[in-house]
């Protein structure tokens, strides 16, 4: 069965530094990810997809995620945060059904 | 080409209510899930329909049922409402099979008193 593992609950990050929020899947075949945001008391928006072509996958707002296969990871990162980053990020898998398998989120904070 | 529309965006309801929400797809997409989401927590699927009839759910009770119209628009019910049930509903869609990602509406937040 697919599973997500978010690693933090929690990442802050300063406003101008490197963002990485960890995502860990488990998947018995060759998976598609995707990451979403979620800014306060809105809906979610779609980041970027994983659908196995190139293994870096860039996204909007300047975020992009790499696909590991060895380390079954799909870590989401951004060189240089800024102040409106600040959201729930949520590292999606579909399973068999094409349903979302969701992981837990991680809030980013970013301190000015 | 506007993306996924819901109605409406607050609502306020007393337990043992019965309540409904509206759901407009993305332009081109057939297929509308819905997915509670509580406070602090992540979505949580509820059902997915797809040419008119309910063809997934999740873990939820008989009193969540749906319904999808010819021009793929969806509604959810939710009937003896409980205080469990305060929650932003999510209504996603997408076409139907392949890993095509789904796109999300804004939500309708319920509160139950």
């Known amino acids: 069965a697919q599973s997500v593992t978010q690693l933090d609950s929690h990442v802050s990050v300063s406003e101008g530094t490197p963002v990485l929020l960890r995502c860990n899947y488990s998947?018995?075949?060759?998976?598609?990810l995707f990451w979403y945001v979620q800014h306060p008391n809105k809906g979610l928006q779609l980041l970027l997809k994983?659908?196995?072509?190139a293994t870096l996958v860039k996204g909007i707002n300047g975020f992009e995620a790499e696909f590991k296969k060895s380390e079954t990871s799909f870590h989401l990162t951004k060189p240089s945060a800024h102040m409106s980053d600040a959201a729930e990020y949520f590292c999606?898998?579909?399973?068999?059904?094409?349903?979302?398998?969701w992981g837990a989120g991680t809030k980013l904070i970013i301190k000015p | 080409d506007a993306g996924v529309t819901q109605s409406p965006t607050h609502l306020i309801k007393t337990r043992g209510q019965q309540v409904t929400l509206r759901c407009s797809p993305k332009?081109?997409?057939?297929?509308v899930s819905w997915y509670q989401q509580a406070l602090g927590q992540g979505p949580q699927f509820i059902f997915q329909?797809?040419?008119?009839?309910?063809?997934q759910r999740g873990n939820f009770p008989d009193r969540f049922s749906g319904h999808q119209f010819p021009n793929y628009s969806s509604e959810l019910n939710v009937n003896a409402l409980l205080l469990g049930d305060s929650a932003l509903y999510l209504c996603?869609?997408?076409?139907?099979?392949?890993?095509?990602?789904?796109?999300f509406g804004d939500g309708t937040r319920l509160s139950i008193l």
């Open positions: 994983y659908t196995s072509a």
């Open positions: 329909y797809y040419e008119e009839e309910e063809r």
């Open positions: 999606v898998v579909i399973d068999s059904n094409y349903q979302l398998i």
């Open positions: 332009s081109g997409h057939d297929t």
């Open positions: 998947s018995s075949y060759s998976p598609s």
């Open positions: 996603a869609s997408r076409v139907f099979g392949g890993n095509q990602p789904q796109h």
